[in-house]
């Protein structure tokens, strides 16, 4: 089994006023040789945006992009005539493909939004450019994984999917809860990040927005140390 541990305290930082960002992996002015992708997953942003503000229309191509609010009223529109607002419990997913459009706003005037935005290299490049939405109920279930997004192949996928051999899941636990993660393919590795609360993960205690990635392994193994703790776990290829 190999580790690499990502300590919250660790990330880049850029705090613009209106956006309050935290890059995992190196992104913009934040560069780290050390931290520029963990297999196929390339971008883990956790961005707070003000009241009103947001990200003007800006272009993407050949990438996969899933964003997951935390809080707050997200709006977005793209160049495939979407106009949405995610919430909550929502979860988007979007392949850039042979090129779009898009900006991202917060929808509400008077308090913050708080976001996850994640890139995930594709398995095919210059796809049709798609866009999907969906709501879960990771925030209403307990001790259990919800799994949000998966291979557009997958004929066990129970979330929306995307071009890569990859699979996203949330949940939340009660303190004192143990469970086992299997990597669902072969040569696949498992990045666990906390969202809420703390975790052992692989018998490395994570606090609040740390994350491990793990690799060459069959099973990852890992305890709630808080209640209401939820996790996210990104499984994706390590060589693609």
Same mark, same amino acid.
Do not use: C
């Given at each position: 089994?190999?580790?690499?541990?990502?300590?919250? %305290?660790?990330?880049?930082?850029?705090?613009?006023?209106?956006?309050?960002?935290?890059?995992?992996?190196?992104?913009?002015?934040?560069?780290?040789?050390?931290?520029?992708?963990?297999? =196929?997953?390339?971008?883990?942003?956790? &961005?707070?945006?003000?009241?009103?503000?947001?990200?003007?229309?800006?272009?993407?191509?050949?990438?996969?992009?899933?964003?997951?609010? !935390?809080?707050?009223?997200?709006?977005?529109? &793209?160049?495939?005539?979407?106009?949405?607002?995610?919430?909550?419990?929502?979860?988007?997913?979007? %392949?850039?493909?042979?090129?779009?459009?898009?900006?991202?706003?917060?929808?509400?005037?008077?308090?913050?939004?708080?976001?996850?935005?994640?890139?995930?290299?594709?398995?095919?490049?210059?796809?049709?450019?798609?866009?999907?939405?969906?709501?879960?109920?990771?925030?209403?279930?307990?001790?259990?994984?919800?799994?949000?997004?998966?291979?557009? /192949?997958?004929?066990?996928?129970?979330?929306?999917?995307?071009?890569?051999?990859?699979?996203?899941?949330?949940?939340?636990?009660?303190?004192?809860?143990?469970?086992?993660?299997?990597?669902?393919?072969?040569?696949?590795?498992?990045? =666990?990040?906390?969202?809420?609360?703390?975790?052992?993960?692989?018998?490395?205690? !994570?606090?609040?927005?740390?994350?491990?990635?793990?690799?060459?392994? &069959?099973?990852?193994?890992?305890?709630?140390?808080?209640?209401?703790?939820?996790?996210?776990?990104? /499984?994706?290829?390590?060589?693609?």
């Amino acid at each position: 089994m190999n580790t690499t541990l990502f300590r919250a %305290s660790s990330r880049g930082h850029a705090n613009h006023g209106w956006l309050d960002s935290r890059h995992t992996f190196s992104f913009a002015n934040y560069y780290n040789p050390d931290r520029i992708n963990f297999g =196929a997953l390339r971008v883990v942003n956790d &961005d707070i945006v003000a009241g009103g503000e947001g990200f003007g229309t800006h272009p993407h191509d050949n990438m996969e992009i899933v964003s997951i609010p !935390l809080y707050g009223d997200l709006e977005h529109k &793209d160049s495939m005539g979407h106009t949405e607002v995610i919430r909550s419990g929502e979860v988007q997913v979007m %392949s850039a493909g042979t090129g779009i459009t898009h900006s991202e706003y917060n929808a509400n005037k008077e308090k913050p939004v708080s976001f996850f935005q994640i890139w995930v290299f594709p398995n095919e490049r210059n796809v049709t450019p798609r866009y999907d939405q969906r709501k879960f109920d990771f925030l209403e279930k307990k001790n259990q994984l919800v799994q949000l997004v998966g291979p557009k /192949d997958d004929k066990e996928n129970t979330g929306m999917w995307m071009h890569q051999d990859a699979w996203f899941s949330m949940g939340t636990y009660d303190k004192g809860v143990e469970f086992e993660y299997k990597p669902k393919k072969a040569g696949n590795g498992v990045f =666990a990040m906390v969202v809420e609360g703390e975790f052992t993960v692989a018998g490395q205690k !994570l606090n609040h927005r740390d994350a491990l990635g793990v690799s060459d392994t &069959d099973v990852v193994k890992l305890t709630a140390d808080t209640d209401n703790a939820r996790i996210l776990l990104i /499984d994706v290829p390590m060589v693609f």
